[in-house]
């Protein structure tokens, strides 16, 4: 409280040495910064000008939209259910040719990868309760 006390006497003193010693030159920067804010005012009026007010997009264009899009979400459902066709197939039928050809190999596979699929499943179950236990603390 103090410093803020001195501080505010010192500022004083100084701006009453500034007026005493400087009064043609706070005539000439008023002056200056009535130019700066009439400048400021005018291009302030000239932004106002150029933004128009808000307005929501006409309907038929939001509607443009709304058809864009779910033409591109079909686009991309009907690509994955491709993709998928393709990796169910080829997976079935080299499961096909490995049987037909070794069913020992094809067992092996197979229990492989069921093991797998529940190693995942387990190690993915514990993972997502930490998680959970975590962010609750």
Request: no cysteine; hydrophobic share 45%; aromatic share 6%.
């Amino acid at each position: 409280m103090k410093r803020n006390k001195g501080m505010r006497e010192r500022t004083a003193d100084l701006n009453e040495k500034n007026h005493t010693h400087g009064e043609g030159f706070h005539e000439e920067s008023s002056a200056e910064d009535q130019v700066l804010i009439a400048e400021l005012l005018h291009g302030f009026d000239q932004m106002e000008l150029a933004i128009r007010s808000p307005e929501p997009p006409p309907l038929h264009e939001l509607e443009q939209l709304v058809a864009a899009e779910q033409q591109r979400l079909r686009k991309r459902a009907g690509l994955e259910v491709v993709l998928f066709m393709i990796i169910a197939l080829t997976l079935i039928g080299s499961n096909i040719l490995l049987a037909s050809m070794n069913i020992v190999v094809f067992v092996a596979i197979q229990g492989l990868v069921f093991v797998g699929a529940i190693a995942f499943a387990v190690r993915f179950f514990y993972r997502s309760k930490k998680k959970v236990k975590s962010s609750h603390a």
